[in-house]
């Protein structure tokens, strides 16, 4: 295909993964963070597509900072942010979306622990979007014979499945922590997933899009990976250690504990049964240790596997 002028934000693990991915196929690729020297506006000039991989905290503020600035018409924007906004509880597509109502919006998400990718080590992951031709076109971009990328017509379930596994991840994190074996974390995750279904069915997503790349896949990734921070929040709060003391040396950012905040509220007030990411929640919050939560959940009542 032809050179594309690419525009990443956020200079992070996943930033520069997805940069180094698309130099390796020839693209002019502009790499912007808060802390570098080039301003977002020498950045998204002329870019075809903005692609942010910022923490969720500074997704709405660099949004609305580029709104100021002259951009295409064309210009495709990619989120590849995994995590829900604690003001307005909206996903990152959502926000992108809003801000650029006009614009193609394309989320990116998928089992990608950025390390691997960095040395080129095999992954898939999908592309998603209500706008057909813009998921191809950054599907044609990404593609490599290292990277294989799907497109996917329901944005909003691979957003979810990429944002909330990251919840599940941090109590499978828990469970090897605590050395409770092979069929404890099988039932976790399992039940991690039928949890994210419910949510995202809830909010409008497609079921089968859970049992793709971005909801089972993702979840088998992180929740079996130490290189994934949101396991090792989980892990080593089963070592006793406090959240706050994790926080301060893990490298880059753990979504997982922001989401689980604003997922909790968000399903307390629509009725939606939650109960791992509730004890994740209590856990995070110091109310309860990594056994009770255990316990908790091992605890409720016993019901039938759906209903
Ligand atoms: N790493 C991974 O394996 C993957 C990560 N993701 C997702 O990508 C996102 C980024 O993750 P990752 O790169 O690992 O995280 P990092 O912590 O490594 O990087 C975060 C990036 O976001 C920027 N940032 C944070 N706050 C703001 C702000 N207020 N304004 C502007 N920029 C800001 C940081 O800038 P600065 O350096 O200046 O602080 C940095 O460039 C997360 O949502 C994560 O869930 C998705 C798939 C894989
Ligand atoms: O989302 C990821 C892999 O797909 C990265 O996971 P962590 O943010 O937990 O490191």
Same mark, same amino acid.
Request: with cysteine.
């Given at each position: ?15 520069? @993964?997805? @940069? ?26 002329? @870019? ?5 991989? *910022? ?100 944005? *909003? ?39 994210? *279904? ?110």
């Amino acid at each position: 295909m032809q050179q594309t002028t690419i525009a990443i934000l956020g200079a992070g693990a996943w930033g520069v @993964a997805l @940069a180094n991915l698309a130099t390796a196929n020839n693209h002019d690729v502009r790499l912007w963070s808060r802390r570098g020297s080039q301003t977002l506006e020498t950045v998204v000039k002329d @870019a075809q597509i903005v692609l942010s991989a *910022i923490s969720m905290k500074g997704v709405s503020d660099v949004a609305s900072q580029i709104k100021s600035l002259p951009l295409s018409p064309q210009t495709i924007f990619v989120t590849a942010t995994k995590g829900l906004d604690p003001k307005t509880t909206c996903t990152p597509s959502q926000i992108w979306q809003t801000v650029f109502p006009h614009h193609a919006v394309v989320v990116l998400s998928g089992p990608n622990l950025s390390q691997e990718i960095q040395q080129s080590l095999p992954a898939a992951t999908v592309v998603a979007s209500n706008n057909r031709p813009g998921a191809e076109f950054v599907q044609l971009v990404f593609s490599s014979h290292c990277f294989r990328v799907y497109t996917n017509p329901d944005p *909003i379930g691979v957003e979810l499945g990429g944002t909330l596994k990251n919840i599940i991840a941090i109590a499978a994190g828990v469970c090897d922590g605590l050395h409770l074996g092979t069929n404890a974390k099988a039932a976790l995750v399992t039940r991690g997933l039928t949890e994210i *279904i419910r949510i995202g069915k809830s909010w409008g997503a497609k079921t089968e899009t859970f049992y793709g790349l971005s909801g089972l896949g993702d979840l088998l990734a992180t929740c079996n990976s130490p290189l994934s921070r949101n396991y090792q929040v989980g892990y080593q709060m089963a070592a006793g250690k406090t959240l706050a003391e994790i926080l301060s040396h893990l490298p880059g950012t753990a979504e997982g504990v922001n989401t689980c905040q604003v997922l909790v509220q968000l399903a307390k007030q629509q009725s939606i049964a939650v109960p791992i990411s509730e004890q994740v929640y209590r856990l995070l919050q110091g109310e309860i240790t990594p056994r009770q939560a255990l316990e908790e959940l091992m605890l409720r009542d016993i019901k039938a596997e759906y209903n």
